[in-house]
């Protein structure tokens, strides 16, 4: 299994500008999850989709940020317009939800400009 | 609502040296507990879970239900330990869903 694929694995962009961050879990994991990595604010849970339904989107800093989670096998985190401050990694994990452990992709780094 | 707590960024180590990353979590119920770690350039990923009881990497981490600590020690650092660390609690519930501390970036030097 080649694990957790996010796609692409940058992305520049200019402010204003729609991004979308792809992802495609592990096989048979039910449950999905999006973060954000800065250095200010370290590992923040954007939303986690348990059985292609999200659960909890309480993580989302703003309507700009939207995530679907169409089949079992694919996910998007689209940014809407983007503004710098959106710069960040995001990653992907997936989970079989019974030991919990989180199996991460590579990240996405993003880049507004 | 759940909260994990490392209180230290940064941490550098000499090689050989004991090395400790602290880790403290506000929780009312039973919690689960992992150290997860990023070494350079690779992706993120569990070091070990407080429920297994288990030493990997020579690491060790015992969970503190006293103290709510789950701090993690290493006896001896190794320059491959240099890395990021993460902290992470989940509840005891079927919503699978991890709260991660702000991580600790450990250096060990030569």
């Known amino acids: 299994d080649a694990g957790v694929i996010q796609s692409p694995r940058h992305e520049v962009t200019e402010m204003g500008q729609e991004v979308t961050l792809r992802c495609k879990p592990i096989s048979g994991h039910n449950s999905l999850f999006w973060y954000r990595q800065t250095m200010m604010r370290g590992l923040e849970l954007l939303i986690y989709f348990n059985n292609n339904v999200p659960i909890d989107d309480s993580g989302m800093p703003e309507d700009r940020f939207s995530a679907k989670m169409p089949n079992a096998s694919f996910s998007t985190l689209k940014i809407q317009p983007s503004e710098p401050r959106d710069s960040a990694v995001y990653f992907c994990?997936?989970?079989?939800?019974?030991?919990?452990?989180?199996?991460f992709g590579p990240g996405t780094r993003l880049t507004v400009t | 609502a759940q909260r994990v707590t490392q209180p230290e960024k940064l941490l550098s180590v000499f090689k050989g040296a004991p090395v400790e990353l602290k880790c403290n979590y506000s929780?009312?119920?039973?919690?689960?507990l992992f150290w997860y770690v990023q070494y350079s350039r690779q992706r993120l990923q569990l070091l070990l879970r407080h429920i297994s009881r288990e030493s990997i990497k020579g690491f060790t981490a015992d969970l503190n239900k006293g103290e709510t600590s789950f701090h993690l020690k290493k006896p001896f650092a190794q320059e491959e330990d240099s890395a990021m660390y993460y902290c992470?609690?989940?509840?005891?519930?079927?919503?699978?869903?991890?709260?991660f501390g702000a991580g600790t970036t450990v250096t060990v030097r030569a």
């Open positions: 929780y009312s119920g039973s919690p689960e």
């Open positions: 992470a609690l989940s509840r005891r519930s079927n919503d699978y869903k991890l709260s």
């Open positions: 994990a997936s989970s079989t939800g019974v030991l919990y452990e989180q199996y």
